[in-house]
């Protein structure tokens, strides 16, 4: 009991601190990594995220890792695609698996993947007639453990790496997750902070130029110097899910998130499952709303105001449906998430097995 409230305590600290240090509009560009905010997985990009409480198994790696462990058998794997904005794709797989007292293990690697991009120059400013790809890999290890019947903890670390042609990055982040679930009442509580990490840096040799000296006479050789790119923050967040079953098989659900670096948001799901023989099918959406705590500066009009703090994403929905094969079960998944300007919206597909 000791145990598990110091445990409680000082991941309710945690969630204070970073509390404390939220941002606003004004913050929305200042942190990078961006790629760590992605989300991945049919069913959680259906539910937005929404399903904090009540996330389990492989598909909470990248949501809650609290719920790894709340999962029937003893492996799970999944694999998805997601057709991101711009034409990039981003690839996710991951599994976890159970290793009896010690609670439960799990490995995850998910990748953007840019195609082939024209490189330019200040000489060639239509294309040198090369092409080039940035590499954006995010690879995660996950542990998880349910203490009691009704609480759950897990933690994930990250490793983050972005790399354009000779110029890198890299760091660790960590996402501390809490899992709540009523005994009395149909109510299921989340509590996820995410990307709470180290600062990162450009730096490569592409950032090593040759310059004349300033007031310099003829003849003088060019000097070799090195730009020192700014370094930047992750975009830490802290998520506040609860989750209430309505009627077996029917449950709503809401999110509070937290941002340190944009708006913050509040997002609604809801989600009917059912079974049919030895096979089962969900389906589910979710809408989100931004909320602004700035005040509007007297320089900016009401619709750019409005589109600072709004976002490009729309309503989320999806479906899946799950079969056994053998001694596995197999899980189909599709979701889409609405884009409301400039790009396409996205879609999402999924495979999940369970042994």
């Known amino acids: 009991m000791k145990k598990r409230f110091k445990l409680t305590s000082l991941f309710l600290m945690t969630v204070l601190v970073a509390t404390s240090y939220a941002g606003t509009i004004k913050s929305r560009g200042t942190a990078g990594a961006y790629q760590l905010s992605i989300p991945v997985g049919a069913r959680g990009i259906a539910l937005n995220g929404a399903n904090l409480g009540s996330v389990s198994g492989v598909e909470a790696i990248f949501y809650n890792p609290a719920g790894a462990s709340n999962f029937g058998g003893s492996v799970e794997a999944q694999f998805s695609n997601m057709s991101y904005i711009a034409d990039i794709d981003v690839n996710y797989a991951a599994f976890v698996t159970k290793l009896g007292g010690f609670g439960t293990f ?47 903890f897990g933690v994930n670390f990250k490793f983050v790496s972005e790399q354009i042609l000779r110029t890198s990055t890299s760091g660790i982040a960590v996402d501390l997750g809490v899992q709540y679930n009523f005994v009395t009442i149909p109510i299921r509580v989340g509590v996820v902070l995410k ?62 998130q937290n941002n340190s670096f944009s708006n913050n948001e509040l997002r609604f799901g809801g989600e009917y499952s059912l079974s049919f023989g030895s096979a089962s099918a969900w389906a589910g959406g979710a809408i989100a709303t931004g909320l602004i705590d700035d005040d509007q500066p007297d320089d900016i009009e009401n619709s750019d105001w409005d589109e600072y703090g709004g976002s490009i994403f729309g309503i989320t929905f999806g479906a899946g449906v799950s079969y056994p094969v053998g001694n596995m079960v197999v899980s189909l998944e599709v979701a889409q998430r609405s884009v409301t300007d400039y790009f396409n919206n996205n879609m999402v597909w999924s495979l999940k097995l369970a042994f």
């Open 106 to 152: 799990g490995l995850s690697v998910k990748s953007l993947d840019f195609g082939d991009i024209p490189r330019t120059s200040a000489e060639n400013t239509e294309g040198t007639g090369e092409t080039f790809s940035p590499n954006f890999i995010t690879a995660g290890a996950t542990w998880s453990k349910a203490f009691t019947d009704r609480l759950n």
């Open 195 to 256: 990307n709470l990490g180290s600062r990162m840096q450009y730096a490569g040799s592409d950032l090593e130029q040759k310059l004349k000296p300033l007031d310099t006479g003829e003849g003088t050789l060019n000097e070799g110097y090195q730009i020192v790119s700014e370094g930047f923050e992750m975009p830490a967040e802290l998520n506040i899910s609860v989750s209430y079953t309505v009627i077996p098989g029917l449950s709503l659900m809401s999110v509070f």
